[in-house]
């Protein structure tokens, strides 16, 4: 009988690691959908905040109500791009 040579079976630690390297990447995935989609809500959130600042006819209350909204904005874009930063 002739043995046919087959490819070397893989160590159990490379299909492990494998593995581990898979989950990780679609890990990440899943994290950088969900960034998105709670910063994509908030900014929604903010947008109609300024909606409602703009409809108001109290000069003083808009003032506050815009700067709000403007340091929500500013806030929520940089925490994303951090978040997005530690998931690369």
């Given at each position: 009988?002739?043995?046919?040579?087959?490819?070397?079976?893989?160590?159990?630690?490379?299909?492990?690691?494998?593995?581990g390297?898979?989950?990780?990447?679609?890990?990440?995935?899943v994290?950088?959908?969900?960034?998105?989609?709670?910063?994509?809500?908030?900014?929604?959130?903010?947008?109609?905040?300024?909606?409602?600042?703009?409809?108001?006819?109290?000069?003083?209350?808009?003032?506050?109500?815009?700067?709000?909204?403007t340091?929500?904005?500013?806030?929520?874009?940089?925490?994303?791009?951090?978040?997005?930063?530690?998931?690369?």
């Open positions: 009988m002739t043995t046919t040579e087959t490819a070397p079976e893989r160590d159990p630690l490379d299909r492990l690691t494998a593995i390297v898979r989950g990780i990447g679609a890990s990440k995935k994290s950088r959908m969900y960034l998105g989609g709670c910063e994509k809500v908030l900014l929604e959130v903010i947008g109609l905040q300024e909606r409602i600042a703009t409809a108001t006819k109290i000069s003083w209350v808009r003032a506050i109500a815009e700067s709000q909204a340091v929500a904005r500013e806030l929520t874009t940089t925490y994303f791009a951090a978040a997005r930063e530690l998931v690369r």
